[in-house]
Structure formats: structure tokens, C-alpha cells
């Protein structure tokens, strides 16, 4: 059976779903109100099934690849949850000090999905941090529900914290070069544009769909911003025209690339809302970009 894509829903219900993954309304809100698009056999438990990830389809690089060396890491947080879990990926039969990226995960933490994109990430030449957001109350537990449910309830100020921390550590890594790029997707890429107002250490941001921080923290950028947007995602872009304007006055770096027709989501290539074109170009656009800002 072909996988389905954003165009076999109507938008109306993609846009149910996008509220549904971001906690704007609950499992009981969703399927009562995607009821009505419940035709031809199909039940709103079975739209849901349909639009939530299928991790074991879209993996890209096996758990096992032995082009890779891989590892669950610890490391200290004072200013956050005290420790930051995470997993490291590095290529193998690779000497020498690399430079590094932390990969940030959706708000559903470190699920198998960001797990196989820290791969791909490391494959190109990198030393690959995923840091799990959820390694405090457990780490991800295998559901992408009761990840969500437990993401609501972290400390925030503390989980940034975590993330700078990791960012930190993973640039001072002793196979580091110092050259620190990091990418996020919906949530983490809110996590990437925070990095690039927390590190002015940092050498690279690739935020994808993710929230902007406050307009007057664009002075505070030095690193350049290689921004993707989707084209069909109100609940971020309507706040772009107004940061944009602030990293413009504030002389800051940045490419922003808007892909016509996608959903929030577009590159998560587990669920219907991927477009395998769009995502093609934004990830051959992300991997240039650390090519020229981390390697060179």
C-alpha cells in the first residue's frame, strides 16, 4: 500500500491534527471534531492512526550501520535538570576532531525519528549530539501520546537550560573543532533560534518551523540562520514578518526559505504531512550550509 500524503486530507483536519500534536486540544477533542471527516469506512481513531508517525518506514539508517559509532551520554546541567541525557554519533573509523551539531527534537523527545536524522547528520561527517529533553522524567516512553503528555509538564527554564548545557558540552568535546552548528524541527527549531541568541560561540542554526524568540533578542545573533518554513503554517509564520525585520536591523546573517503547498511538519518524513520534494531541498540546503560554516 502507497503511503498517504498531506493531499489525501483535507486541510481543515490537517490543521486538527497540527493543534492536536501541539496540546491546542486533546485525543477526545480531535476525534470528536475530525468525526466528520470520518467517511467511506473510515473512523476519526483511524484518521488519527493514519496521520501519526510510522517510525519503522521512514528510517533512513539502521541502529546498527557500522558506518557509524554510536552512545547514550550523560553529562552535567547545573542551571537545568542537574544531568542531560543524550544520544552521541559519530562516523566511524574517523580520526581526528570534527566538527560538531546538536540535532533538537520535536516536542515529543528523543523518539526513534530524531535518532535516525542524528544519524544522517553524523554520516555527513559530524560528531552528532541528540539530547533528550525527557531524560528527567524518564526519557521518551516508546508513545508519541504520553510523550506529549509528559513534555507539558517539564520545567521549560529548565529544559533550555539543558539544552544550552549540552550545546556546551558537546563544542568542548574533546573530538570537537570548536565549530558548533546545531538543527531543530518545530520545537527544537524554537530551541536552534534560542541557541543563536544563548551562544555567541555558536557557528551555525538551522531552524525548521520553529518559534521565534522575541524581537528585540535579534541583536543578540551572530551566528548564521538558515531558516525553512512551510508554506501552509499560520501559527508560525505569522510572527516571521516581525522578527525578520529585527534580525535586518540588527545586521544579522540569515537565509529564510519558504516551501509552497507544505505543512508545519514537512520534513518529518514518519507522517503524511512529509513532502518528499521539499524536504529534499531543505536537507540538501541544511548540509551545504554546515558544509560552509562548520567545515570550511
Known amino acids: 500500500m502507497s503511503r498517504k500524503t498531506a493531499q489525501d486530507f483535507d486541510q481543515e483536519l490537517l490543521i486538527l491534527f497540527d493543534a492536536y500534536v501541539h496540546g491546542i ?29 510510522n517510525f519503522a518506514a521512514a528510517q533512513q539508517v539502521p541502529k546498527d550501520d557500522k558506518r557509524l559509532l554510536t552512545s547514550t551520554v550523560e553529562l552535567p546541567s547545573a542551571a537545568g535538570y542537574g544531568t542531560v541525557k543524550g544520544y552521541l554519533v559519530r562516523p566511524a573509523g574517523v580520526t581526528g576532531k570534527l566538527p560538531v551539531v546538536l540535532v533538537v527534537h520535536e516536542n515529543r523527545g528523543l523518539n526513534p525519528h530524531i535518532e535516525d536524522i542524528a544519524r544522517r547528520v553524523a554520516l555527513e561527517g559530524y560528531l ?19 510523550a506529549r503528555a509528559l513534555f507539558a509538564t517539564l520545567d521549560q527554564k529548565k529544559t533550555a537550560e539543558d539544552f544550552v548545557a549540552a550545546a556546551q558540552w558537546l563544542q568542548a568535546h574533546p573530538d ?19 541557541l543563536s541568541v544563548r551562544l555567541p560561540g555558536l557557528s551555525a542554526a538551522v531552524p525548521f518551523y520553529g518559534n521565534h524568540p522575541a524581537a528585540e533578542d535579534a541583536v543578540k545573533v551572530k551566528a548564521p540562520l538558515l531558516i525553512h518554513f512551510a508554506g501552509v503554517d499560520e501559527r508560525i509564520n ?25 505543512q508545519h511538519g514537512f520534513n518529518n518524513d514518519t507522517t503524511p504531512r512529509f513532502d518528499a520534494t521539499a524536504a529534499k531541498l531543505a536537507w540538501e540546503r541544511t548540509l551545504a550550509f554546515f558544509s560552509q560554516t562548520l567545515k570550511s
Open 25 to 53: 486540544v486533546d485525543r477526545r477533542g480531535f476525534l470528536e471534531k475530525a468525526q466528520k471527516f470520518a467517511v467511506g469506512g473510515l473512523t476519526a481513531a483511524g484518521l488519527l492512526a493514519a496521520l501519526s508517525p
Open 128 to 146: 552528532v549530539l541528540a539530547p533528550d529533553a525527557l531524560a528527567p522524567l524518564g526519557g521518551y516512553p516508546g508513545d508519541e501520546d504520553k
Open 176 to 194: 570537537s573543532t570548536g565549530k558548533l552548528g546545531t538543527v531543530g524541527f518545530c520545537y527544537g527549531g524554537g530551541v536552534a533560534h534560542a
Open 238 to 262: 505569522a510572527a516571521w514578518p516581525a522578527y525578520e525585520a529585527a534580525l535586518k536591523a540588527a545586521g544579522a546573517r540569515y537565509t529564510a526559505h519558504q516551501y509552497a503547498g507544505t
